[in-house]
Protein backbone atom coordinates (compact mmCIF):
# COMPACT_ATOMS: atom_id res chain seq x y z
CA UNK A 1 0.00 0.00 0.00
CA UNK A 2 1.65 3.43 -0.94
CA UNK A 3 2.65 5.93 2.07
CA UNK A 4 0.20 8.58 3.13
CA UNK A 5 1.32 11.72 2.04
CA UNK A 6 0.97 15.17 3.47
CA UNK A 7 -1.56 17.03 1.41
CA UNK A 8 -1.46 14.47 -1.43
CA UNK A 9 2.35 14.24 -1.50
CA UNK A 10 4.28 11.13 -0.24
CA UNK A 11 6.24 10.50 2.28
CA UNK A 12 10.28 9.92 2.69
CA UNK A 13 11.53 7.23 4.32
CA UNK A 14 13.24 9.86 7.18
CA UNK A 15 11.96 13.34 8.17
CA UNK A 16 9.23 13.48 5.53
CA UNK A 17 8.17 17.08 4.26
CA UNK A 18 5.14 18.31 6.32
CA UNK A 19 3.28 21.00 4.72
CA UNK A 20 1.90 23.77 6.39
CA UNK A 21 -2.20 23.57 6.43
CA UNK A 22 -4.94 26.43 6.12
CA UNK A 23 -4.02 29.95 5.52
CA UNK A 24 -0.14 29.41 6.79
CA UNK A 25 0.23 26.85 3.36
CA UNK A 26 2.54 29.32 1.95
CA UNK A 27 4.81 29.19 4.36
CA UNK A 28 5.30 25.66 4.12
CA UNK A 29 9.25 25.84 3.43
CA UNK A 30 10.00 27.69 6.54
CA UNK A 31 7.62 25.01 8.42
CA UNK A 32 9.33 21.76 7.13
CA UNK A 33 12.89 23.62 8.10
CA UNK A 34 11.26 24.45 11.26
CA UNK A 35 10.44 20.39 12.08
CA UNK A 36 14.22 19.24 10.95
CA UNK A 37 15.68 21.37 13.42
CA UNK A 38 16.33 18.94 15.16
CA UNK A 39 14.35 16.15 18.17
CA UNK A 40 11.35 18.48 19.92
CA UNK A 41 12.40 19.05 23.59
CA UNK A 42 8.53 17.54 24.59
CA UNK A 43 5.27 16.16 22.93
CA UNK A 44 2.62 15.73 23.90
CA UNK A 45 0.30 12.78 22.87
CA UNK A 46 -3.66 12.92 22.77
CA UNK A 47 -5.23 9.06 23.39
CA UNK A 48 -8.71 10.66 25.69
CA UNK A 49 -10.86 7.94 24.72
CA UNK A 50 -11.60 4.26 25.24
CA UNK A 51 -9.25 1.25 26.10
CA UNK A 52 -9.16 -0.45 22.30
CA UNK A 53 -8.00 3.23 21.06
CA UNK A 54 -5.52 3.25 23.62
CA UNK A 55 -3.83 -0.51 23.12
CA UNK A 56 -3.77 0.16 19.08
CA UNK A 57 -1.60 3.32 19.66
CA UNK A 58 0.90 1.63 21.50
CA UNK A 59 3.29 0.41 18.77
CA UNK A 60 2.98 4.94 17.84
CA UNK A 61 3.88 5.56 21.09
CA UNK A 62 7.12 2.64 20.90
CA UNK A 63 7.55 4.11 17.33
CA UNK A 64 7.54 7.94 18.49
CA UNK A 65 10.00 7.12 21.51
CA UNK A 66 12.52 5.00 19.04
CA UNK A 67 12.46 8.39 16.61
CA UNK A 68 12.99 10.79 19.52
CA UNK A 69 14.72 9.20 22.44
CA UNK A 70 15.09 11.86 24.39
CA UNK A 71 12.23 13.55 24.11
CA UNK A 72 9.74 14.23 26.66
CA UNK A 73 6.50 12.51 25.66
CA UNK A 74 3.10 12.67 27.98
CA UNK A 75 0.03 11.27 27.20
CA UNK A 76 -3.27 12.60 27.94
CA UNK A 77 -5.57 10.00 28.47
CA UNK A 78 -8.85 8.27 29.70
CA UNK A 79 -9.76 7.56 32.92
CA UNK A 80 -10.85 3.68 31.04
CA UNK A 81 -7.01 4.09 29.43
CA UNK A 82 -4.48 5.73 31.75
CA UNK A 83 -3.55 2.12 33.29
CA UNK A 84 -2.41 0.82 29.69
CA UNK A 85 0.85 2.98 30.30
CA UNK A 86 1.26 2.20 33.60
CA UNK A 87 4.13 1.43 33.09
CA UNK A 88 5.24 1.69 29.56
CA UNK A 89 8.89 2.65 28.55
CA UNK A 90 7.69 4.90 26.10
CA UNK A 91 5.76 7.14 27.99
CA UNK A 92 7.49 9.87 30.24
CA UNK A 93 4.16 10.71 32.02
CA UNK A 94 0.51 10.32 31.81
CA UNK A 95 -2.05 12.99 32.67
CA UNK A 96 -5.69 11.88 32.93
CA UNK A 97 -8.49 13.83 31.52
CA UNK A 98 -12.15 13.57 33.88
CA UNK A 99 -14.76 11.93 32.18
CA UNK A 100 -18.14 12.92 31.57
CA UNK A 101 -20.39 15.83 30.16
CA UNK A 102 -17.99 18.23 31.68
CA UNK A 103 -14.95 17.07 29.87
CA UNK A 104 -14.29 20.73 28.22
CA UNK A 105 -14.53 22.22 31.86
CA UNK A 106 -11.94 19.48 32.65
CA UNK A 107 -9.60 20.26 30.09
CA UNK A 108 -9.89 24.27 30.37
CA UNK A 109 -8.75 23.57 34.34
CA UNK A 110 -5.94 21.13 32.87
CA UNK A 111 -4.79 23.35 30.55
CA UNK A 112 -2.48 26.02 32.81
CA UNK A 113 -0.56 22.24 33.86
CA UNK A 114 -0.20 21.73 30.47
CA UNK A 115 0.91 24.93 29.34
CA UNK A 116 3.77 24.75 31.92
CA UNK A 117 5.18 21.39 30.19
CA UNK A 118 5.94 23.82 27.43
CA UNK A 119 4.93 21.25 24.37
CA UNK A 120 7.13 21.83 20.90
CA UNK A 121 4.43 19.41 19.17
CA UNK A 122 1.43 18.23 19.88
CA UNK A 123 -0.10 14.98 17.91
CA UNK A 124 -4.16 14.61 17.63
CA UNK A 125 -3.92 11.15 16.27
CA UNK A 126 -7.87 11.02 15.99
CA UNK A 127 -9.55 10.27 12.84
CA UNK A 128 -13.03 11.52 13.04
CA UNK A 129 -13.83 15.33 13.35
CA UNK A 130 -13.64 15.05 17.45
CA UNK A 131 -13.88 18.73 19.02
CA UNK A 132 -12.63 17.41 22.12
CA UNK A 133 -8.82 16.49 21.37
CA UNK A 134 -9.04 19.54 18.80
CA UNK A 135 -9.76 22.19 22.23
CA UNK A 136 -6.67 19.68 23.85
CA UNK A 137 -5.04 20.84 21.26
CA UNK A 138 -5.18 24.28 21.39
CA UNK A 139 -5.73 24.24 24.97
CA UNK A 140 -2.05 22.83 25.11
CA UNK A 141 0.09 25.63 24.14
CA UNK A 142 1.87 23.63 21.64
CA UNK A 143 4.13 25.35 18.82
CA UNK A 144 3.11 22.56 16.79
CA UNK A 145 -0.31 21.16 16.43
CA UNK A 146 -0.22 18.35 13.83
CA UNK A 147 -2.80 15.55 13.05
CA UNK A 148 -5.29 14.34 10.09
CA UNK A 149 -6.99 17.03 7.91
CA UNK A 150 -10.58 18.05 7.96
CA UNK A 151 -12.26 21.17 8.07
CA UNK A 152 -11.70 22.00 11.80
CA UNK A 153 -8.44 20.39 11.93
CA UNK A 154 -7.32 21.62 8.48
CA UNK A 155 -7.91 25.33 9.98
CA UNK A 156 -6.30 25.22 13.02
CA UNK A 157 -3.46 23.43 12.70
CA UNK A 158 0.08 23.60 11.23
CA UNK A 159 -0.07 20.02 9.32
CA UNK A 160 -2.20 17.61 8.81
CA UNK A 161 -2.42 13.99 7.44
CA UNK A 162 -5.03 13.60 4.60
CA UNK A 163 -8.14 11.82 6.88
CA UNK A 164 -7.99 7.96 6.46
CA UNK A 165 -9.44 5.39 4.48
CA UNK A 166 -12.24 4.07 5.75
CA UNK A 167 -11.50 0.55 5.64
CA UNK A 168 -7.54 1.62 7.47
CA UNK A 169 -7.15 -0.23 10.30
CA UNK A 170 -6.82 1.93 13.66
CA UNK A 171 -3.12 0.89 14.17
CA UNK A 172 -2.03 1.85 11.20
CA UNK A 173 -3.60 5.26 10.99
CA UNK A 174 -2.17 5.78 14.51
CA UNK A 175 0.70 5.21 13.53
CA UNK A 176 0.50 6.77 10.04
CA UNK A 177 1.15 10.40 12.30
CA UNK A 178 4.10 9.16 13.53
CA UNK A 179 5.60 7.26 10.91
CA UNK A 180 4.49 11.23 9.16
CA UNK A 181 7.98 12.39 11.67
CA UNK A 182 10.27 9.88 10.36
CA UNK A 183 9.21 7.12 12.55
CA UNK A 184 9.96 2.98 11.25
CA UNK A 185 7.64 2.44 8.79
CA UNK A 186 6.40 -0.72 10.39
CA UNK A 187 4.71 -0.05 13.52
CA UNK A 188 4.71 -4.06 14.76
CA UNK A 189 2.07 -5.03 17.30
CA UNK A 190 0.85 -3.94 20.57
CA UNK A 191 2.81 -5.19 23.19
CA UNK A 192 1.29 -4.46 26.61
CA UNK A 193 3.55 -4.21 29.56
CA UNK A 194 2.17 -6.22 32.68
CA UNK A 195 3.95 -6.52 36.09
CA UNK A 196 5.14 -9.73 38.00
CA UNK A 197 2.38 -8.34 41.12
CA UNK A 198 -0.60 -8.39 38.27
CA UNK A 199 0.81 -11.54 37.52
CA UNK A 200 0.83 -13.14 40.61
CA UNK A 201 -3.17 -11.59 41.08
CA UNK A 202 -3.98 -13.80 38.49
CA UNK A 203 -2.50 -16.70 40.19
CA UNK A 204 -4.11 -16.61 43.13
CA UNK A 205 -7.27 -15.19 41.60
CA UNK A 206 -7.45 -18.42 39.76
CA UNK A 207 -6.78 -20.70 42.50
CA UNK A 208 -9.05 -19.31 44.65
CA UNK A 209 -11.60 -20.01 41.80
CA UNK A 210 -10.50 -23.50 41.70
CA UNK A 211 -9.09 -22.93 38.12
CA UNK A 212 -5.11 -23.30 38.49
CA UNK A 213 -3.82 -25.73 35.37
CA UNK A 214 -7.15 -24.95 33.28
CA UNK A 215 -7.73 -24.68 30.08
CA UNK A 216 -9.37 -20.97 30.36
CA UNK A 217 -12.05 -19.31 27.93
CA UNK A 218 -12.60 -16.12 28.70
CA UNK A 219 -15.42 -14.26 27.94
CA UNK A 220 -16.22 -10.62 28.08
CA UNK A 221 -20.16 -9.70 27.39
CA UNK A 222 -19.64 -5.65 27.39
CA UNK A 223 -19.42 -2.95 25.21
CA UNK A 224 -19.40 0.63 25.10
CA UNK A 225 -22.62 1.10 22.85
CA UNK A 226 -25.71 -1.29 22.84
CA UNK A 227 -25.19 -1.96 18.99
CA UNK A 228 -21.97 -3.31 19.78
CA UNK A 229 -23.47 -6.13 22.19
CA UNK A 230 -23.86 -10.31 21.58
CA UNK A 231 -27.08 -11.07 23.57
CA UNK A 232 -26.90 -12.17 26.52
CA UNK A 233 -28.92 -14.93 26.10
CA UNK A 234 -26.84 -15.78 23.27
CA UNK A 235 -23.82 -15.71 25.72
CA UNK A 236 -25.63 -18.09 28.46
CA UNK A 237 -26.68 -20.28 25.86
CA UNK A 238 -23.12 -20.72 24.57
CA UNK A 239 -22.03 -21.69 27.84
CA UNK A 240 -23.95 -24.09 28.43
CA UNK A 241 -22.82 -25.45 25.15
CA UNK A 242 -18.92 -25.40 25.65
CA UNK A 243 -19.86 -26.85 28.98
CA UNK A 244 -21.24 -29.76 28.02
CA UNK A 245 -18.93 -30.35 25.14
CA UNK A 246 -15.99 -29.85 27.87
CA UNK A 247 -14.34 -27.54 25.96
CA UNK A 248 -12.97 -25.44 28.76
CA UNK A 249 -13.65 -23.54 31.70
CA UNK A 250 -15.31 -20.17 31.34
CA UNK A 251 -14.27 -16.96 32.93
CA UNK A 252 -16.42 -14.09 32.97
CA UNK A 253 -14.42 -11.12 32.90
CA UNK A 254 -15.81 -7.40 32.93
CA UNK A 255 -15.27 -4.10 34.29
CA UNK A 256 -17.61 -1.91 36.90
CA UNK A 257 -20.41 -1.06 34.67
CA UNK A 258 -20.25 -4.95 33.26
CA UNK A 259 -21.80 -6.31 36.34
CA UNK A 260 -25.53 -6.22 35.83
CA UNK A 261 -24.92 -7.94 32.25
CA UNK A 262 -22.63 -10.99 33.76
CA UNK A 263 -24.99 -11.06 37.02
CA UNK A 264 -27.98 -11.78 33.56
CA UNK A 265 -25.48 -14.32 32.22
CA UNK A 266 -24.78 -16.35 35.39
CA UNK A 267 -28.63 -16.67 36.10
CA UNK A 268 -29.60 -17.45 32.93
CA UNK A 269 -26.29 -19.92 32.36
CA UNK A 270 -28.34 -22.33 35.26
CA UNK A 271 -25.01 -23.60 36.93
CA UNK A 272 -22.01 -21.42 38.57
CA UNK A 273 -19.24 -19.33 36.78
CA UNK A 274 -16.53 -17.53 38.25
CA UNK A 275 -16.18 -13.65 37.68
CA UNK A 276 -13.58 -11.32 37.81
CA UNK A 277 -15.95 -7.74 38.02
CA UNK A 278 -13.07 -4.97 38.46
CA UNK A 279 -12.14 -1.78 37.76
CA UNK A 280 -8.47 -2.50 37.73
CA UNK A 281 -7.95 -2.94 33.81
CA UNK A 282 -4.15 -4.38 34.96
CA UNK A 283 -4.99 -7.39 37.15
CA UNK A 284 -8.12 -8.42 34.34
CA UNK A 285 -5.53 -8.24 31.98
CA UNK A 286 -3.38 -10.68 33.72
CA UNK A 287 -6.41 -13.24 33.96
CA UNK A 288 -6.87 -12.84 30.15
CA UNK A 289 -3.32 -13.48 29.84
CA UNK A 290 -3.89 -16.95 31.27
CA UNK A 291 -6.94 -17.59 28.88
CA UNK A 292 -6.56 -20.16 25.79
CA UNK A 293 -8.97 -18.27 24.32
CA UNK A 294 -11.12 -14.70 24.39
CA UNK A 295 -14.58 -14.41 23.08
CA UNK A 296 -16.29 -10.98 23.29
CA UNK A 297 -17.84 -7.97 21.52
CA UNK A 298 -15.81 -5.56 18.97
CA UNK A 299 -14.51 -3.70 21.77
CA UNK A 300 -11.05 -3.21 24.48
CA UNK A 301 -10.87 -6.62 26.04
CA UNK A 302 -10.78 -7.87 22.52
CA UNK A 303 -8.02 -5.94 21.70
CA UNK A 304 -6.37 -6.01 24.54
CA UNK A 305 -6.71 -10.33 24.33
CA UNK A 306 -5.24 -9.94 20.86
CA UNK A 307 -2.43 -8.14 21.67
CA UNK A 308 -1.71 -10.37 24.56
CA UNK A 309 -1.27 -13.21 21.90
CA UNK A 310 -4.81 -14.96 22.63
CA UNK A 311 -6.71 -16.39 20.18
CA UNK A 312 -10.59 -14.32 19.73
CA UNK A 313 -13.88 -15.33 18.87
CA UNK A 314 -15.55 -11.45 18.20
CA UNK A 315 -18.94 -10.32 16.88
CA UNK A 316 -19.35 -7.52 14.34
CA UNK A 317 -22.20 -5.12 13.86
CA UNK A 318 -21.69 -1.93 14.10
CA UNK A 319 -18.27 -1.39 13.10
CA UNK A 320 -16.38 -0.29 10.69
CA UNK A 321 -14.93 -3.49 8.43
CA UNK A 322 -11.20 -3.38 8.33
CA UNK A 323 -10.97 -0.92 11.02
CA UNK A 324 -11.13 -2.62 14.33
CA UNK A 325 -10.11 -6.07 12.97
CA UNK A 326 -8.56 -7.85 15.79
CA UNK A 327 -4.71 -7.94 14.84
CA UNK A 328 -2.23 -11.44 14.92
CA UNK A 329 -4.45 -14.04 15.29
CA UNK A 330 -5.46 -16.61 14.98
CA UNK A 331 -8.78 -15.16 15.17
CA UNK A 332 -12.96 -15.81 13.71
CA UNK A 333 -14.92 -12.68 13.41
CA UNK A 334 -18.45 -13.37 12.58
CA UNK A 335 -20.88 -11.35 11.07
CA UNK A 336 -23.64 -10.87 8.83
CA UNK A 337 -22.86 -10.00 5.91
CA UNK A 338 -25.60 -10.21 3.68
CA UNK A 339 -27.19 -7.26 6.37
CA UNK A 340 -27.08 -3.75 4.52
CA UNK A 341 -26.75 -2.07 7.52
CA UNK A 342 -23.77 -4.05 8.74
CA UNK A 343 -21.01 -1.51 9.81
CA UNK A 344 -23.85 1.47 10.12
CA UNK A 345 -21.56 2.55 12.90
CA UNK A 346 -24.28 3.95 14.94
CA UNK A 347 -24.62 3.22 19.05
CA UNK A 348 -28.45 1.93 18.71
CA UNK A 349 -29.78 -0.23 16.30
CA UNK A 350 -31.32 2.29 13.84
CA UNK A 351 -33.91 -0.14 12.74
CA UNK A 352 -34.80 -1.56 16.45
CA UNK A 353 -34.03 -5.44 15.21
CA UNK A 354 -30.14 -5.38 16.21
CA UNK A 355 -29.89 -8.26 13.72
CA UNK A 356 -26.41 -8.30 12.58
CA UNK A 357 -25.67 -9.39 16.13
CA UNK A 358 -29.13 -11.16 17.10
CA UNK A 359 -28.83 -12.74 14.30
CA UNK A 360 -25.28 -14.85 14.79
CA UNK A 361 -26.39 -17.68 16.61
CA UNK A 362 -24.87 -19.40 20.03
CA UNK A 363 -24.35 -22.65 17.56
CA UNK A 364 -22.28 -20.60 14.94
CA UNK A 365 -20.23 -18.80 17.77
CA UNK A 366 -19.99 -22.17 19.19
CA UNK A 367 -19.02 -23.85 16.15
CA UNK A 368 -16.09 -21.30 15.34
CA UNK A 369 -14.96 -21.61 19.21
CA UNK A 370 -14.61 -25.25 18.50
CA UNK A 371 -12.82 -25.21 14.88
CA UNK A 372 -10.60 -22.05 17.20
CA UNK A 373 -9.74 -24.57 20.06
CA UNK A 374 -8.98 -27.44 17.35
CA UNK A 375 -6.55 -25.33 15.43
CA UNK A 376 -4.20 -23.78 18.20
CA UNK A 377 -4.15 -27.18 19.97
CA UNK A 378 -2.62 -28.65 16.62
Avoid at 226 to 248: C, E, V, Y
Avoid at 266 to 285: M, N, T
Amino acid sequence: MPRPGIEGERLSPCAPPLKACGRRREAGAGFVAALREGEPRAILFLRVDRIGDMILSLPALRALRARFPRTRITVLASPSNQALLRPDPSVDEVLVLKAGRLRPLHLMALSPALRRRRFDWVLDPFPEQDPLPVLAALLCGARRRIGFGGSLRSRLYHAVLPPPPPGRHFRDLTHDLVRALGAAADPGPPRPVLLEEEHGFARRWLAQQGLSGSALIGIHPGGTYPSQRWPLAHHAALIRMLRAAALGRVVLLGGEGDGASIAAIRRQAGFPLPALVSRDLRRAAAVLARCRLFIGNNSGPLHLAAALGIPTVSFRGPTRAGRWTPLGGPHRVLERPELECLGCERGACPRGSHACLAGISPREAFAAVAELLRETRA
